[in-house]
């Protein structure tokens, strides 16, 4: 993956605030020290996240990563830059400067996070000003026994899903597969690209199994496939200026045989790969295990034993 990748791009999952009006608070943007530093975020509390709250004596660490800084083609340059005028809000050149979540402010040239206060100013660890854009493909199949047949949970009698899970060598913990959008990849190719990198180590294959991988991941992401969550994600990188959002999609291989021509095999990122249930029991980073509990969800699949508050009378 091109990028700040670190376990902190797996993310922590916002409410569906631009759904339900939910009032909205930061909680891992809010951490510190700030990863991979020993910079401190100024406190910030609960009640003044909101910029519509008046605070005069705001006065945020003001911090951008020595990688970000150093110019790798992946980040912008600093925002005083001579040669850079960035169109914030619209598509500029081949970067996507666009939110997911409509349009945010720019104030004294600098995009502010459209979820409030951080404590940080800078980029801290991320490339872009304004909404850095990462995509997640989860990889789905049903689990089954030695002769095919779908294994339901012995509680719920729901059939359990599996998905293709990477460790990740960085921080060893488990998630999806995913990463950051290179300027003008569609999403749907920052997915397949990931997956292949990641899930099939596609970067070390020979030219012939190269063609071959492609043909079936060609086939597996045309199946069925459905939006599973795209915005803001409250994510310990994001800063008062430079934030993460995500599209998760779910690719679902009803049968198992396209899944069966693609041998996983750990690249670039990854530690291990592997096909695991999925389950509430599931200790995911952050939002992953909250977007394979909507999966299941819509699959109609095992999540928790737990039947839930929406099961009482």
Known sequence: SNSPTSCWSHLHLVNM????NVKFYHSKALTSPYPGSYVERSQVPEGKVDWLIE???????EYTAVSVLAGPSWADPQINAEDFSPKFNERDGEVERKSLNGSYVVENGRPRNPMG???LTGR???GRWGPNHAADPIVTRWKRDGSGNKIAHPVTGKNILQFVAIKRKDCGEWAIPGGMVDPGEKISATLKREFGEEALNSLQKSPEDKMELEKQ??????Q???????GYVDDPRNTDNAWMETEAVNYHDETGETMDNLPL???DDAGIVKWVDISEELKLYASHSYFLKLVTEKRGAHWSEDPGPECLE
Do not use: Q
């Open 17 to 20: 605030f631009n759904d339900y």
């Open 55 to 61: 605070w005069k004596d705001y006065n945020p660490v």
């Open 117 to 119: 206060r951080t404590g």
């Open 124 to 126: 801290g660890l991320l």
């Open 217 to 222: 991941l060609h086939k597996l992401l045309n």
């Open 224 to 230: 069925e496939h459905f939006e599973v969550y795209r």
């Open 265 to 267: 095999e750990a690249g």
